[in-house]
């Protein structure tokens, strides 16, 4: 299976604007089991396959929703070694991210309120070292205040990039 289905829309991965192969692994209990504070609907990690020997090209996190008229930002998820954007529709808060193993890349990488994120391969980013993830919660369960669930959730591709066997 090459898209990652959720209730509102299919994400899948572009390498220079042509899906490829994908490999899924839902770190949804891992999160809900290990946090006090916060719960999530769902959390994958998304790794993609890019054949052999392809060092350049641009990697994409795409989708069918509609980033510019459909959900509404609600604001940036990022860290050291990830980066992403939250936004919601009447329904769901979602966020997409992109994680790598190395710090302070972001001049390697894409993320904005209007576009899911992308990056780009070369002597620094190996195909091998980049995750994206997608995670989501129903609305009617968000925290009163500041819910931070789908912010912490993206430190679930540092968990991802081990099992997955990614460089650190």
């Known amino acids: 299976m090459n898209y990652l289905n959720t209730p509102f829309g299919n994400f899948w991965l572009e390498f220079n604007g042509i899906k490829i192969r994908l490999e899924k692994m839902d770190l949804t209990k891992n999160f809900n089991n ?4 916060y719960s999530i609907d769902s ?7 890019i054949p052999r020997g ?13 980033l510019h008229t459909s959900v509404m930002p609600v604001d940036r998820v ?6 992403g954007f939250e936004w919601h529709n009447e329904e769901w808060n979602f966020a997409g991210g992109i994680f ?12 904005s309120e ?14 091998d070292d980049v995750l994206f993830e997608v995670s989501y919660k ?11 669930s789908l912010y912490f959730s993206m430190d679930l591709m540092d968990i991802a990039s081990s099992r997955f066997g990614n460089n650190d």
């Open 100 to 111: 790598l193993p190395m710090q302070n890349l972001e001049s390697y990488y894409s993320v």
């Open 43 to 49: 959390a994958v990690v998304l790794k993609p396959h």
């Open 34 to 37: 290990d946090n006090t504070k």
């Open 114 to 127: 209007l576009e899911l994120p992308s990056i780009e391969l070369g002597d620094k980013v190996l195909p």
């Open 78 to 83: 990022s860290d050291e070694r990830y980066d």
């Open 138 to 148: 129903n609305r009617r369960k968000l925290s009163k205040g500041n819910d931070l």
């Open 54 to 66: 392809i060092k350049r090209g641009i990697i994409s996190l795409k989708s069918d929703v509609d």
